[in-house]
């Protein structure tokens, strides 16, 4: 079992950062591939960006590559989200996931959700 709690969501100017983090409870963490989903307003949830339990490959939405960062420290079992260049089209609720593996976050499979926290990028 695995609880997650994320945090650092907050109200930006577009064009500004935001850094999420997501810890997760237990000593399980370094054995689940890491990840961040977001839902905007009238619209289905969808996939960020994916990290494997190693850290070191990585998966991004094309809407989001080269703008967002993931990266995790299993040592503090906390998973980050570095957004830089916010658009206002990134506005939603962002949730950290954990699942088996990089393939079953991206096609959504996941184990276990965050309970979300709220991005909002003004113009």
């Known amino acids: 079992q695995v609880q997650l709690v994320e945090s650092g969501g907050g109200l930006v100017q577009a064009g500004g950062s935001l850094r999420l983090s997501c810890a997760a409870s237990?000593?399980?963490?370094?054995?689940?591939?890491m990840g961040w989903f977001r839902q905007a307003p009238g619209k289905d949830r969808e996939f960020v960006a994916a990290?494997?339990?190693?850290?070191?490959?990585?998966y991004y939405a094309d809407s989001v590559k080269g703008r967002f960062t993931i990266s995790r420290d299993n040592a503090k079992n906390t998973e980050y989200l570095q957004m830089n260049s916010l658009k206002p089209e990134d506005t939603a609720v962002y949730y950290c996931?954990?699942?088996?593996?990089?393939?079953?976050?991206?096609?959504?499979?996941?184990?276990?959700w965050g309970q979300g926290t709220q991005v909002t990028v003004s113009s």
């Open positions: 996931a954990a699942s088996d593996t990089l393939k079953d976050l991206i096609t959504v499979v996941v184990d276990y």
């Open positions: 237990g000593r399980t963490f370094k054995t689940y591939a």
């Open positions: 990290i494997n339990r190693r850290g070191d490959s990585t």
